[in-house]
């Protein structure tokens, strides 16, 4: 059984469109968390929540909102895609705090 | 500004030889700090977890080390095998965030 799913794996789309990427995990944990991962590889946390709770919001433009409908999901959704926007997305999962995250295969977005 | 370092963005060796990754990081006061490996299209997968009170850590063949004062982390694979050809991570915590460096890509040679 995959621990932390996320889907869709790929997802190409136009510019101005609205998309979401939908994370599940079976794990029992308390907190998800989305994180980017752009051409240059590094990994930045976009968003964190606990127990359904946001708990960290980066500087991420307001086109971007996270939805956790309970502890076990936390979907992205991404409002007037740009060219920038293009990166892999991950979602991840831990049991409390920061230690030992579970990452999902995550979703490589590409804008067009 | 908060910086994590990691010594260069790739490493090849030799099958059976040792890897050595450098972590290096500027303004953070880790309670600990992680290694995650990335292999091409998939998420990166814990390994090691290390504590600021501790000086080494091992699992298997891998083996962590924490100096707080030189604020520096070396991950090493020792008989290194084709198959810990992948990306490797440091991250740390702060302000309740993890925060991951660019990454070492290790290319081990059969």
């Known amino acids: 059984d995959t621990a932390v799913s996320q889907t869709p794996k790929y997802l190409v789309t136009q510019m101005g469109n609205d998309k979401s990427i939908k994370c599940e995990q079976n794990?029992?944990?308390?907190?998800m968390y989305w994180y980017k991962q752009d051409s240059k590889k590094f990994l930045k946390i976009m968003f964190s929540y606990n127990n359904k709770e946001l708990i960290i919001n980066e500087t991420v433009p307001n086109r971007f909102s996270p939805k956790s409908p309970d502890k076990a999901h936390l979907n992205l959704h991404i409002n007037s895609l740009e060219l920038g926007d293009s990166a892999v997305y991950f979602c991840a999962s831990s049991q409390g705090g920061n230690e030992k995250l579970f990452f999902g295969s995550g979703t490589q977005l590409s804008v067009l | 500004s908060q910086k994590i370092e990691q010594n260069s963005e790739a490493l090849n060796i030799q099958e059976g030889k040792t890897a050595t990754l450098t972590c290096n990081y500027t303004?953070?006061?880790?309670?600990?700090l992680q290694w995650y490996r990335q292999d091409p299209g998939r998420g990166p997968v814990f390994l090691l977890l290390i504590r600021e009170n501790e000086k080494e850590k091992r699992k298997e063949r891998l083996k962590v080390t924490f100096d707080t004062t030189l604020k520096q982390s070396l991950f090493h694979i020792t008989a290194s095998q084709p198959a810990d050809s992948a990306t490797y991570l440091c991250a740390l915590e702060s302000d309740y965030k993890l925060s991951f460096g660019a990454g070492t890509t290790v290319t081990v040679r059969a």
């Open positions: 794990l029992g944990h308390d907190t």
């Open positions: 303004n953070y006061s880790p309670a600990y």
